[in-house]
């Protein structure tokens, strides 16, 4: 086990290298939603360019930087700075990091960021009047950008926007409730979270189940599994009712993966644990608190033989996974 500090403020979005040796985080300042959207939901503003003079930009809690770092010593290998984004996530094969400015900036609307972790360049890659982006999943091939926000100067209404980035254009939107979205392994069906899950192939719903989850993950056979701050449950799209459900320990669940062989799934809390568990009968095998403080990220290595979780202050946990 080992353990070290970044100068990330919360770190998310916790990927290794494919050769297993470094890290790659995104760090995020610590906002407070609930204050913005209170302040959005009352005010009248009188047009973008007012909009930046009207509230604190640190209630969004930004993304600020993306670092690279060596899982033996801790040392950081590589940093990049963001321009302030309220969402940001690493492209499949680590090459570049996209990201929404904030919407101070912005004024609301998309402005979608390239940023090449090679050359350090950055780019507006596509804008467009689309609801204030919440989160973000591509699909392993680095196709699709599925774009999930809640629009707060247009209907009021949660949408998952489709983005084709090979060719710039979007895709029909999606109509749902969301806190989370997860592309399958795939590509080819996207699960949301809300107040229920969802699972959709284009445009169409394909399964659903009850229940509010805050984070999904997908297996590598298919099923698809969801966590909120009591239970863990696991289906297939072809299943009416869920195959398995169980209780989560220690606080409620923040983020959720599997394991590349399947036979892991790990949970981090809100309380700073992370716990082990077998997907298959839906036990748990265990569950540890290093003491980084709220788990916002989770990874396996290729090999599938380590996890690393990211929480505050910068802090990374790296351990070996017990086979």
Known sequence: MRQFNTPAGEVRSLRFAPDGRSLYLLSKDSGDWRRLSAHLSKRQFDGPEKLADQFDESWLGLYRNAYRVDVSSGAVVGEWQLDGSEVAIFAPGLCSVYH???????????????LDLQSGRQNVFYQADVPYPRCLSFTPNGHILAIGGYHHFGDHREYVHRLDVWHKTELDTIQVDLSCLAYSLDGRLLATGGQEVQVWYGRKSIARWTGYAGSVAWSPDGRLAWANEKSVTIAHPTTVEPLLTWDVPHGEASVLVFSACGRFLVTGSTRGSCTIHDPNAGAVR??????????????????????????????????DVDG
């Not at 400015?101 to 390239?114: F, N, T």
């Open 100 to 114: 929404s400015v904030s919407v101070a900036v912005a004024g609301g609307e998309l402005d979608l960021r390239r």
């Open 286 to 319: 265990g569950t540890f608190d290093w003491g980084i403080g709220h788990v916002h990220s989770i990874t396996f290595s290729p090999d599938g033989l380590t996890c690393a979780a990211g929480g505050e202050n910068g802090r990374v946990i790296v351990w």
